[in-house]
Nanobody
Framework: VQLQAYGGGLVRAGVSLRLSCAAS????????IGWFRQAPGQEREFVAA????????YYADSVKGRFSISRDDPKNTAYLQMNSLKPEDTAVYYC???????????????????WGQGTLVTVSS
C-alpha cells in the first residue's frame, strides 16, 4: 500500500481541519492506520491510530477529545478530524500503515512500515 496525506494548511487557533490519507493498492483494508506528527526540532510523535476493522481507536493524550480518526475502506481513505486546534498542534502530519495482525495496542511508531509524505499544519494564535 502507498499513502499520501493531504489537507493541511494555515489556520487560526480554535478552528477545525480535516486531514485525509489516500491509499493506493488493495491491502488498505487489512492495515491499521496511524497519524503521526513532527514539529520543527522535535521527534515524530504518535497522534492517533485506528485498527484495520475500525473497531478500536487510540489517541495521544495531547489530542484526546479534540481529534478523531476514522476510515472509509471503499474509498481507501483515512481521516483525521482536528477540532479546537492549538498553536502547539503545528507540525507536519504523516499517515502510516502497519499490518492489522498487530491487534491494537501498544502503538509503536517503528511497527508502521509504510509512510506517506506529510502535510503541514500551521496553527496561528
Amino acid at each position: 500500500v502507498q499513502l499520501q496525506a493531504y489537507g493541511g494548511g494555515l489556520v487560526r487557533a480554535g478552528v477545525s481541519l480535516r486531514l485525509s490519507c489516500a491509499a493506493s493498492g488493495r491491502t488498505f483494508a487489512a492495515n491499521d492506520i496511524g497519524w503521526f506528527r513532527q514539529a520543527p526540532g522535535q521527534e515524530r510523535e504518535f497522534v492517533a491510530a485506528i485498527t484495520w476493522n475500525g473497531d478500536n481507536t487510540y489517541y495521544a493524550d495531547s489530542v484526546k477529545g479534540r481529534f478523531s480518526i476514522s476510515r472509509d475502506d471503499p474509498k481507501n481513505t483515512a481521516y483525521l478530524q482536528m477540532n479546537s486546534l492549538k498553536p502547539e498542534d503545528t507540525a507536519v502530519y504523516y499517515c502510516a500503515a502497519r499490518p492489522g495482525w498487530y491487534e491494537g495496542a501498544p502503538i509503536r511508531k517503528d511497527d508502521f512500515g509504510t509512510w506517506g509524505q506529510g502535510t503541514l499544519v500551521t496553527v496561528s494564535s
